[in-house]
């Protein structure tokens, strides 16, 4: 009787140690479930930047060069001949403070 629990007792000590640490158990569930979040973040950025890239496209294929000209004027700083460019390095208390400029 002894040698039948003996037995039992290692035999149910190889399952418990098989569904934690085996193929395919909790500790293996767990790692993919990390895995399974991470992956589903990074298709969500990844999602957003092709949405991003789709609503560029079709500003341009829409407004032709008005989304270019703005585009320019954005990210690279170009301004059109005889115009000028003024950059406002201030708080809105500080503008508000400016005196105005007097023409005559």
């Keep these: ?18 569904i ?3 193929h395919n158990g909790v500790q293996q569930y767990k790692k993919m479930e990390l895995q399974l979040e991470r992956e589903e973040q990074q298709a969500l950025v990844l999602q957003k930047r092709n949405q991003e890239i789709t609503d560029q496209i079709s500003d341009f294929t829409l407004q032709g060069t ?20 003024y950059r406002v390095i201030a708080t809105d208390e500080e503008i508000i403070k400016m005196p105005l400029p007097k023409y005559n």
């Design 20 to 22: 934690y640490f085996g």
């Design 66 to 85: 008005v989304a270019v000209e703005e585009l320019a004027r954005s990210e690279l700083g170009l301004i059109k001949p005889n115009e000028r460019f």
């Design 1 to 18: 009787m002894k040698i039948i629990t003996a037995i039992l007792l290692l035999l149910c000590g190889f399952l418990v140690y098989d």
